[in-house]
Each structure stands twice: as structure tokens, then as C-alpha cells.
């Protein structure tokens, strides 16, 4: 009796997901709650464990369909578990044993989970070799033979490429090489939602500077003995931003709400987003209740949050529900740019490079580290004078950072 590999259960917000990768083939020894699948949803990726010990019988959704919640998506046949080999001729024999094999016209001995799998992929039968007793082919004789022929031609020169090949490489107009590969859901969804928020908000941005100075002395003077008292949590710039950003947002609620219709929506807590590069694409984790952290507390979230988003394992609650957003774009040498809002969010921060420029300070050139900050905002919600004056107070907040003690 086999058991189902079934799909988790999606939040109302995603209504559907596409089988991203398999990590198993039909035949593989699997282990209870080993990783089986990836499944890609509009937001983020969902990881299916395996529900037993055994062997993965069979693969209902290949990779790229789409399924819904608790969507059976495979099937575990539940057993001892073996090495690859062992459990396929176990699997084969089963199937012999059990069931009885065809024969086609030029009399091959087919066992009917082979035939299927020849019809499925339109194989010749002629060109399989059969492994089984009498000759008889197999479904792992027709597995080896699918195997062999992607093989054959991943290894083919890339100017046979050029007629077009599975790979979906092609020679474009001008006779040179293009590759074309579908968008992920994710990205697709992410590029939908940066086009909605420049097409439906009045956005604008303000900038500013900001000396890093101050902040920058404390970090170099506290990090050792700050790494040492947090247990390896290192002292970094954005827990800096998030302090600053969560004093101004208490004293400017407009920029911390959101637009709901034709209601405002006034947050009495802030959940700051901090925007982080994954290999999928762009996404926003969410610190909740960040302003209650302390500084260690908000490093220790960035970093853990950030390793999910590296490893794919960010899951729908850490990602909805922001009430603001910080972009760091000078990780990778931006110097000036205008960040586009998260709906429903109103409001968001850019972060840029720390570059040395001459400032006059009190009658005097001096060369300090400075970084411009960019703050875009929905228009329809927040007045240009709050929003100034928002980036004021973080601003002055940095380049004070006893304010943020004293929360003044």
C-alpha cells in the first residue's frame, strides 16, 4: 500500500503553486521528512518532506505544473529503506511479480509500467535494451534509457544548438546564440507588483544625507565586545537604520500606515522589511515588533532571516505584513537611487554606499564618510512636509546616536 506526497496547505493569499524541483527519481530510498520537492508559490518556495521510509513509487505533478493545496503531487511505497540500486530491483521485481508483462509486435517482453513510461516520453521500444528475465524491458531499463539520451545531448556542440534544443537555446535573428527560460513565479509576481505600485501611488522621493561618522566610531569600538556578549552576533549598520527608523516612525504615524481602499490604516506597531537579495530574486523578510529590539536582538533576526532567503526557506508569514521598508542597494556600490514602494506599504528607505566627501563643518572642509539617503512615499498619504522631516529625524539620529538612548 503506498502513501501520498501531498501538497502543504496554501494561505488564501496563493492560490496556487508550480512543482519547482524534484530531488528524488521513481525508484530512489527516501527517509521520513527528508526533502522531496520544492513547490514555488507567488511569494516564496515551500519545501515537501517525504511522509515514510520507502521508496518513491511514483510522480503524479512534474516539475513546471501547477497544484493547488493538499494536491496529491506523488506517492511513497512505504518499507525498509535501501540503497538506489537495491530499492529499483526490488521495485522492478515487485512489479513482475505481481503484475503481467506485455509484448509488443516484434514480441519484446514489456512489464506495463515500462510500457507506459514509452508512450509517455515516445520512446522506441526497439532501441531498449531489457534487463529483466527473457529479455524482458523494464521500467528502470527505460529510465537508464531517458537518462542516456539527456545526456547525450547536454553533451552535443553548441552550434547544433543553434536549430533549437530542449535546453530552449536558439540563434536570434543575427544568427547569435540566445537562451530563453521562463520567469519564476516569484520574480513574475515581483515584477507585477513593482509595475502596480509605479502605475496606482503618486510616488515621489526626498533625499538627504547623512554623516556615518558616529555611527561608524561606535562600531569600530564596541564590535569585539559586542560579538563577544551577543554570542557571535556581529554588530553591523542596518540594526542602526531600524532604531532610527522605528523613533521616526512612532513620531510620523503616516508614513508607517497604509492605504485600504478609500481608508487610511494606522499601525500601532512597526514591522520593518529589510530588503535582501536570494538567489530566486528580491525579497522583503519582516522584523516584527522591531521597536521593541535592541540592537543585538534586530542583527540576530537580519542574519537568521537572511539565510533563509539564501537557502529558500522563508516561509509566507515571514514576508507579509510589513508596515515599512528599508533597501540597502549600497551593498553593491549603488550611490544614489529612488526605491519603489512595497504596497500596501506607503513608504520606503534607501540605504547607499559610504563614501568619503569634503563637507564644510563649522567654517571648515573636512573629509567625512557620507551616505545619501533616498525616502520614496505614496504622495496620497504623506505630505512632502512629513516626509522631510521623517528623514530628518533618521538623519539626525545616526549622526547622534545617543538620541536613540535617550529617545529624543
Known amino acids: ?34 526533502h522531496l520537492v520544492d513547490i514555488e508559490t507567488d511569494k516564496v518556495v515551500i519545501e515537501v518532506a517525504s511522509p515514510t521510509d520507502g521508496t518513491l513509487k511514483e510522480i503524479f505533478m512534474n516539475e513546471g505544473e501547477t497544484i493547488v493545496s493538499n494536491q496529491a503531487i506523488g506517492s511513497v511505497l512505504p518499507g525498509q529503506n535501501k540503497t538506489a540500486s ?4 526490488d521495485l522492478s521485481s515487485n512489479q513482475a511479480e505481481s503484475i503481467t508483462a506485455d509484448s509488443d509486435a516484434d514480441g519484446q517482453i514489456i512489464s506495463p509500467a515500462a510500457k507506459k513510461l514509452i508512450e509517455e516520453n ?12 527473457d529479455g524482458r524491458i523494464t521500467k528502470e531499463d527505460v529510465l537508464a534509457n531517458i537518462e542516456a539520451q539527456s545526456s547525450s545531448q547536454a553533451q552535443k556542440p553548441a552550434t547544433q544548438s543553434a536549430q533549437g534544443t530542449p535546453g530552449n537555446i536558439s540563434a536570434s535573428s543575427t544568427g547569435r546564440l540566445e537562451e530563453r527560460v521562463p520567469m519564476s513565479r516569484l ?14 501611488t503618486a510616488m515621489l522621493t526626498t533625499f538627504n544625507e547623512v554623516n556615518m561618522g558616529p555611527v561608524m566610531d561606535i562600531r569600530s569600538r564596541y564590535k569585539e565586545e559586542f560579538e563577544k556578549a551577543h554570542d557571535g552576533v556581529r554588530l553591523g549598520f542596518m540594526s542602526f537604520f531600524v532604531r532610527a527608523c522605528t523613533e521616526a516612525l512612532k513620531r510620523f504615524p503616516a508614513v508607517n500606515a497604509s492605504i485600504d481602499g478609500s481608508d487610511i490604516v494606522y499601525h500601532g506597531y512597526q514591522d520593518v522589511g529589510v530588503a535582501v537579495s ?7 523578510p519582516v522584523l516584527r515588533n522591531a521597536d521593541n529590539m535592541g540592537l543585538a536582538q534586530i542583527e540576530k533576526e537580519i542574519r537568521q532571516l537572511g539565510v533563509k532567503a ?4 522563508l516561509a509566507i508569514e515571514d514576508i507579509t505584513g510589513g508596515t515599512f521598508t528599508i533597501s540597502n542597494g549600497g551593498v553593491f556600490g549603488s550611490l544614489l537611487s529612488t526605491p519603489i514602494l512595497n504596497p500596501p506599504e506607503t513608504a520606503i528607505l534607501g540605504m547607499h554606499k559610504i563614501q568619503d566627501r569634503p563637507m564644510a563643518v563649522d567654517g571648515e572642509v573636512k573629509i567625512l564618510p557620507m551616505m545619501y539617503l533616498a525616502l520614496s512615499y505614496d504622495h496620497r498619504m504623506i505630505d512632502g512636509k512629513e516626509a522631510v522631516q521623517f528623514l530628518v529625524t533618521v538623519k539626525e539620529a545616526l549622526e547622534d546616536p545617543t538620541r536613540l538612548l535617550l529617545e529624543i
Open 1 to 34: 500500500m503506498t502513501i501520498e506526497i501531498k501538497a502543504p496547505t496554501l494561505p488564501e493569499s496563493v492560490p496556487d503553486g508550480t512543482i519547482a524541483t524534484w530531488y528524488k527519481k521513481i525508484g530512489d530510498p527516501v527517509t521520513r521528512d527528508e
Open 86 to 89: 537495491t530499492a529499483a530491483t
Open 122 to 133: 515516445s520512446l522506441n521500444a526497439a532501441s531498449i535494451k531489457g534487463s529483466g528475465k
Open 187 to 200: 520574480r513574475a509576481r515581483m515584477a507585477e507588483n513593482l509595475l502596480n505600485a509605479t502605475q496606482s
Open 278 to 284: 536570494s538567489p530566486r530574486g528580491l525579497v522583503v
Open 310 to 313: 539564501r537557502d529558500g526557506k
